[in-house]
């Protein structure tokens, strides 16, 4: 999870008696978005609709798009605290580049040289004004308004002004109706706006690295719903926990996850009478695969996502990881494939999974662990095992024993509440 933004007051100077309103909203950069052409339009809708989602629990919220690159988000009745909750909750909105927290003040030169002034207060150290102009009609030009600021701040506080490396930074931004002041940003996700790119399906462990997949294919516009494989009846339903609370983390940067959770303690079992021990942790991967699409049609995904790094453990040899891909027709898209360990760790503490996925639990693939794993499987062996089982029946059988979860970030639903619903009648 990112930084926070944090709402300072605005204290009173001499300067300019009537500021305007000096109403507190969000302001956010758009990225990739921008680049879209003729799509643009559709690529809004999605990250419009986002945005609305994941403050759902606010209320009604104003949202204007301004040009290709910038969206105000209000909610003038709301206390300054509040905001600065929604703009924390848009720096998980997929396709944002950057959140500020902003005054929006009156069009007119005294009131943004109040607000600007009155914003700087308490800011020791060099400092710089950036001004820019989206209504090009205003007063000035974007470089005597940031000169005019730059006088009246050193007036009021005294502040040496350095523009190259400065230790603050006010910024000024005039729109049509309206100007925008503004001291301080938090980076957002970047990427595509979550949907923009179809859906997808993630085979997600407990572990650390199908949650950092997750998000990976989430911020590049995927949609994605959860498979989860535990090894009831044979282990208790901690890995189930974790699943869920995983996938409850990753909730805020698409909002309105379904999580699927699979006993497959049986089928290990079966797989294990059924051939060769070496081959079985490959035998396995293949048939969470097979079981995923069998799933995959109902939820509408076009693709699988897994958390293989190439060489990471000994499932994950080259040979292997091409074994795994005969087992399906659908693509499997492995974007932490050429990372290392220490880099997904990083990764999984920014987004806030890696201390869930550090808890203890007991993974079913560990459950039936082979004292050897074959690192280069043949096909042809995998299938004889396939063969035997009737896999493809078993896939199906596992997909009808699904347990359907939504993990919301908001915590609107608990997970006891289990909805036992076939996956066939999922709504996509
Ligand atoms: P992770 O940290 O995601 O568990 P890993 O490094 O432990 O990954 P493996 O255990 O070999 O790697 O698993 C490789 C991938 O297979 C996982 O990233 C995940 O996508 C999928 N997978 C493994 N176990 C399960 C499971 N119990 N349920 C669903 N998917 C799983
Ligand atoms: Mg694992």
Redesign the pocket.
Known sequence: MSASLEAAPLPATEVGADSGLGELCVLMKLGEIVLKGSNRKLFERRLHNNIRNSVRDFGHIRLSQRGAGVIIVRKPEASDLEVAEIADRMANVTGVVWVHLVRRVRKDLDAITDIGVRSMADREGTFAVRARRRDKRFEMTSSELAGHLGARIIEAHGYRVDLKCPDNTLHVEVDKDEAFVFTEGIPGQGGLPAGMSGRGL??????????V?AHRMIRRGLKVDF????GMPFTGPE?IYK?YSLVREIDRYQVGSRLFVIP?GKAQQQLKSSGNERLQ?VAQ?RL?LKTAEAMADDLKAECL?????LG??S??TMSNITALDDAVDLPILRPLIGMDKSEIMSEARRIGTLAI?ELPDE???TMLTPRQVETAAKIPDLRVIERRLDAEELAEHLVSSAQRHKPSFLGDEAPSQVDRSPVATVQA
């Open positions: 993630v085979l997600m462990s407990g572990g650390i690295d199908s949650p997949a498979l989860h494989f535990s890995s699943a497959f942790i991967r969470m996502i897994t958390g293989d790094a990471q453990v499932s994950q996925s993974d079913c693939c």
